[in-house]
């Protein structure tokens, strides 16, 4: 019963904070832009939960997530955004990151 409450009260937590994430900035390139997302993984008896933590200003593209590449590991990441286009627009953003818990490395993403 209390993991039933845990899970519902992070679903809500994490839920509420995607609102109060920023969207694109129309306005000016040089703001920060921050967001927030998570998954849900509900497995028998057990979830687990994925936060990722996105920043943004101009070309810089900064990236944090826990649980992603394994169970318990932390990853930080780096990335340069490519943005074009008129009619389709783009971003591609390369990313170099650390990765430390259950597992350790570097890794590239993209």
Not at 15 to 27: F, I, M, P, R, V
Not at 74 to 98: R, V
Request: glycine share 10%; aromatic share 18%.
């Amino acid at each position: 019963m209390k993991k039933n409450a845990c899970f519902w009260l992070l679903i809500l937590a994490f839920t509420a904070s995607e609102g109060y994430s920023q969207g694109k900035d129309t306005l000016s390139r040089s703001r920060w832009r921050h967001e927030m997302e998570a998954s849900f993984y509900i497995f028998s008896g057990d979830f687990l939960i994925l936060p990722v933590y996105h920043v943004n200003k101009g070309w810089l593209h900064l990236e944090a997530r826990y649980n992603y590449e394994e169970e318990n590991t932390f990853s930080a990441w780096f990335g340069y955004n490519f943005t074009g286009g008129n009619k389709f627009q783009y971003t591609i953003t390369p990313m170099a990151g650390g990765i430390a818990g259950n597992i350790m490395g570097i890794a590239p993403g993209l």
